[in-house]
T-cell receptor, first 115, second 114 residues
Framework: GNSVTQMEGPVTLSEEAFLTINCTYTATGYPSLFWYVQYPGEGLQLLLKATKADDKGSNKGFEATYRKETTSFHLEKGSVQVSDSAVYFC??????????????FGRGTQLTVWP | DGGITQSPKYLFRKEGQNVTLSCEQNLNHDAMYWYRQDPGQGLRLIYYSQIVNDFQKGDIAEGYSVSREKKESFPLTVTSAQKNPTAFYLCASLPVGLTTGELFFGEGSRLTVL
């Protein structure tokens, strides 16, 4: 089946520290991969995405590379800020070009950044 | 501005009562989805609809019902049959022809059963 496993939190870092949140997936074929971010009390916002192997998604200093050989899509940021404190979700979609479009989510990783 | 509007943002209900959560979108998206979020469990799919007047059960449909009478609207009813309804509910939509499968989310509705 389709599933996503991501690093359990919470993750607590000091400002300007390096961030890695691990994400691995199980899927048939060639899924699209996503990282979503959720700030307290809000819905999910797309942070970045990658649609094929070796693609690198990037946004707001965050990066993730689609690694088919290791079935991974780890999220990284070189220098976190207090404003990055949020819950991060890794997700995959098996249905490109189709309105079926359901996403399979990991459990989320809570990140707290201290000044 | 285009987007997905969920209401109410917070809702309290007594046990045994049905409650309906509203989801409206003005993005002209065909497909709409309801997810439930519980702490430490990620998001689980309740129902989804690809076109008007048609919808399918997701992974945890028991105790929930939906309708899709208009393209813009996909309300979710949490019935008294749902054993543990306290959760954060998220509505999402998907545009026609999008090739990457990303969903667009509303701000969520938090339901608390007293």
């Amino acid at each position: 089946g389709n599933s996503v496993t991501q690093m359990e939190g919470p993750v607590t870092l000091s400002e300007e520290a390096f961030l890695t949140i691990n994400c691995t997936y199980t899927a048939t074929g060639y899924p699209s991969l996503f990282w979503y971010v959720q700030y307290p009390g809000e819905g999910l916002q797309l942070l970045l995405k990658a649609t094929k192997a070796d693609d690198k998604g990037s946004n707001k200093g965050f990066e993730a590379t689609y690694r088919k050989e290791t079935t991974s899509f780890h999220l990284e940021k070189g220098s976190v800020q207090v404003s990055d404190s949020a819950v991060y979700f890794c997700a995959l979609s098996r249905y490109r070009g189709s309105t079926l479009g359901r996403l399979y989510f990991g459990r989320g990783t809570q990140l707290t950044v201290w000044p | 501005d285009g987007g997905i509007t969920q209401s109410p943002k917070y809702l309290f209900r007594k046990e045994g009562q049905n409650v309906t959560l509203s989801c409206e979108q003005n993005l002209n998206h065909d497909a709409m989805y309801w997810y439930r979020q519980d702490p430490g469990q990620g998001l689980r799919l309740i129902y989804y609809s690809q076109i008007v007047n048609d919808f399918q059960k997701g992974d945890i449909a028991e105790g929930y019902s939906v309708s899709r009478e208009k393209k813009e609207s996909f309300p979710l009813t949490v019935t008294s049959a749902q054993k543990n309804p306290t959760a954060f509910y998220l509505c999402a939509s998907l545009p026609v022809g999008l090739t990457t499968g990303e969903l667009f989310f509303g701000e969520g509705s938090r339901l608390t059963v007293l």
